[in-house]
């Protein structure tokens, strides 16, 4: 099982460039959630799909953040301008379905933006 | 709205020494709740879990937590923490009703000094 898988582990860019993040839920997998990380704020939220649907996008900062799950083998993270705030570890998770089960989590992007 | 609370932001012991770490959360309904570690530079681990029945869990490496459900709380404990235990530890609920994400806490560091 290769667990999930996040691309790139590294990104820094400049402001106002687009960003795109990418992962690869575990195979069986029903659920994925992607996570954002700072030292201010801890781990949010920021919006989770089930069998490819966004369910629950209240946690996206703004306008400028956008997910999408075209198939249950992946899911993309989009920002579009970046802005030196957004610099954090973003973490996708994956989860099978059932009420007793156990979120997955993928390695992180550690994106910097200048 | 759902909460977790993890009251010490950092904690220093030395090897040895036995831990607590404590987490509270506020949920309404029946939860699940999860110990998550976090080793530096590394992505979130599960370190335990709690579903139902013993409220006394046991994770890998030797930590446990007790759910005290008339306390709202899932503690975190272990008799004899070692040098490698040194990283951070978020305590996270979700509820029983589904596909639903985790509410994580603030996160607790823990260094462990020789």
């Known amino acids: 099982d290769a667990g999930v898988i996040q691309s790139p582990r590294h990104e820094v860019t400049e402001m106002g460039q687009e960003v795109t993040l990418r992962c690869k839920p575990i195979s069986g997998h029903n659920s994925l959630f992607w996570y954002r990380q700072t030292m201010m704020r801890g781990l949010e939220l920021l919006i989770y799909f089930n069998n490819n649907v966004p369910i629950d996008d209240s946690g996206m900062p703004e306008d400028r953040f956008s997910a999408k799950m075209p198939n249950a083998s992946f899911s993309t993270l989009k920002i579009q301008p970046s802005e030196p705030r957004d610099s954090a570890v973003y973490f996708c998770?994956?989860?099978?379905?059932?009420?007793?089960?156990?979120?997955?989590f993928g390695p992180g992007t550690r994106l910097t933006v200048l | 709205a759902q909460s977790v609370s993890q009251h010490n932001h950092h904690v220093i012991l030395s090897e040895a020494a036995s831990l607590e770490l404590g987490c509270n959360y506020s949920?309404?309904?029946?939860?699940?709740l999860f110990w998550y570690v976090q080793y530096p530079g590394q992505h979130l681990q599960l370190l335990l879990k709690?579903?139902?029945?013993?409220?006394l869990v046991k994770g890998i490496k030797g930590f446990e937590a007790e759910f005290i459900k008339s306390k709202f709380s899932f503690n975190l404990r272990k008799p004899s923490v070692q040098w490698s235990d040194t990283a951070e530890y978020f305590c996270?609920?979700?509820?029983?009703?589904?596909?639903?994400?985790?509410?994580f806490g603030k996160g607790t560091r823990l260094s462990v000094i020789a």
């Open positions: 709690y579903f139902s029945g013993d409220p």
């Open positions: 998770a994956s989860k099978p379905a059932g009420t007793t089960t156990t979120q997955y």
């Open positions: 949920y309404g309904g029946t939860v699940n």
């Open positions: 996270a609920v979700t509820g029983n009703s589904g596909n639903t994400p985790l509410v």
